[in-house]
């Protein structure tokens, strides 16, 4: 992990404003920012889109399949 501008313990923070209009390109339903695992979270689709270098990789082939544990912590 690297230490970003904001003393974080993570990869550099996505733009909030992005985060703001982002949706599911699957369900279009909102999406969770989980950026102590550089992750964007879909409780619909329950997919895990990569966040790589503050960029979100929105493409259904780089998604991972959310535990059912990640699922339940969604509710």
């Excluded at 230490?3 to 390109?25: H, Q, T, W």
């Excluded at 369900?27 to 966040?51: H, I, N, Q």
């Amino acid at each position: 992990m690297t230490r970003n501008a904001m003393g974080g313990a993570s990869g550099p923070m996505v733009d909030p404003k992005l985060l703001e209009i982002l949706v599911c390109p699957i369900t279009k339903t909102a999406l969770v920012y989980r950026r102590e695992m550089e992750e964007l979270w879909s409780k619909a689709s329950g997919l895990a889109f990569p966040v790589r270098d503050g960029i979100p990789i929105m493409l259904e082939d780089q998604a991972r399949a959310l535990t059912p544990e990640e699922q339940e912590s969604l509710n």
